[in-house]
């Protein structure tokens, strides 16, 4: 097996692409998580089809392993009262998976999965409680405490709104 064809599979994965088998064909959803790399994987579709199939014969629902635990020391923060979209964990989980060498999870259902079995509420929305990128955090931090005026959006409230509509409150 070549690391080629792994690392292709990881790419497409953290692109948010899923794989099918279908025959001898090989079906990547959606189509634009693809599109940067359709030569290559042309050329090492029989070697990445064979990973597949001997990816598919482990658990697919396996638990956080010791590289999941890393992942979130390093990208992640546990927050009461906060949520992480299961989208954005899993993408953030699969690219650092990538660079660090370490497997990416086989699909955001068996990742959602692991995060139960560990103890974390997920939604039905696909809300993580408890559990967010410290990106995302920083983020909602800076525009907490972003000055009025200073370029960042407004918040809106109703006297505000009513102001800049010329009506009386």
């Not at 030569?39 to 999941?68: F, N, Q, V, Y």
Request: net charge neutral; glycine share 10%.
């Amino acid at each position: 097996m070549s690391s080629t064809a792994m690392q292709l599979v990881q790419r497409i994965e953290a692109n948010g692409g899923r794989f099918l088998i279908e025959g001898e064909e090989l079906v990547i959803r959606p189509g634009d998580a693809a599109m940067p790399l359709v030569e290559e994987l042309r050329t090492h579709k029989a070697e990445i089809i064979a990973l597949l199939r001997s990816r598919a014969t482990t658990p697919a629902e396996a638990p956080i392993d010791e590289g999941w635990g890393l992942w979130m020391l390093a990208r992640c923060v546990y927050r009461d009262r906060c949520f992480g979209g299961v989208g954005a964990l899993y993408v953030d989980l699969a690219r650092w998976c990538a660079d660090h060498g370490r497997p990416v999870p086989a699909s955001r259902r068996a990742f959602v999965t692991a995060l139960q079995a560990a103890g974390f509420a997920v939604t039905t929305d696909g809300l993580v409680y408890g559990l967010m990128l410290t990106e995302d955090l920083e983020a909602h931090e800076r525009f907490q405490a972003a000055p009025e005026g200073s370029g960042q959006p407004e918040r809106a409230t109703a006297g505000k709104q009513r102001k800049a509509e010329g009506r009386r409150p």
